[in-house]
């Protein structure tokens, strides 16, 4: 797996790959990627234009996601049956089946190239599900786009929604997201 190192923000050891790369002596960020992102976010946030960026971004879905709560938990098993009908899926989850979980949280593939199925981001629960209501599948480049049609092709531009997305939640919904 390579180098690890400690977040100053989160208290959580690390991969090398879940920082951004600057121009430190290690050549890391002290705060992970996720932890920079959502300061980062948080600075937009106070910005007029921020409630207009997001709902770009998420063509304003997320709200209606979240008053369709208890809905969606009725459908939740259906979700699960066309995510393992796919066989790459199939394929990560096995590969990552040994995993540990950190309480709370679950673990999110950003890439299901044979490569990436161990190359996994660690999100609370409640931000998983509402990532996956905002992003589309794209089958054949096995990577996600936005619903703007933006393709996260990369684990720092998925990270990056990421963060964005949980800073939706709190400036618009007020969600209080322990991240
Ligand atoms: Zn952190
Ligand atoms: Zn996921």
Not at 1 to 18: A, I, Q, R, Y
Not at 20 to 25: E, F, P, V
Not at 100 to 121: A, N, T
Not at 139 to 162: M, N, P, Q, S, V
Request: proline share 2%; with cysteine.
């Amino acid at each position: 797996m390579g180098e690890s190192k400690k977040c100053t923000k989160c208290g959580e050891v690390k991969p090398l790959t879940s920082f951004h790369k600057n121009n430190s002596r290690d050549g890391r960020n002290s705060k992970c990627a996720l932890c920079y992102n959502t300061a980062k976010n948080k600075a937009y946030s106070e910005r007029p234009e921020m409630r207009e960026r997001i709902m770009s971004r998420t063509s304003g879905d997320v709200l209606v996601r979240i008053d369709n709560k208890k809905k969606s938990n009725k459908n939740k098993s259906k979700i699960r049956a066309s995510y393992y009908s796919n066989t790459e899926k199939k394929k990560a989850s096995r590969a990552t089946r040994s995993f540990y979980r950190q309480e709370g949280y679950e673990l999110h593939h950003w890439s299901y190239k044979d490569e990436h199925l161990k190359d996994i981001i660690s999100i609370p629960i409640e931000v998983h599900r509402i990532l996956h209501t905002n992003l589309i599948y794209d089958k054949e480049l096995l990577c996600y786009r936005t619903k703007a049609g933006e393709l996260l092709d990369t684990k720092e531009k998925h990270i990056e929604f990421i963060g964005f997305l949980t800073n939706y939640l709190k400036v618009v919904i007020g969600a209080v997201l322990d991240m």
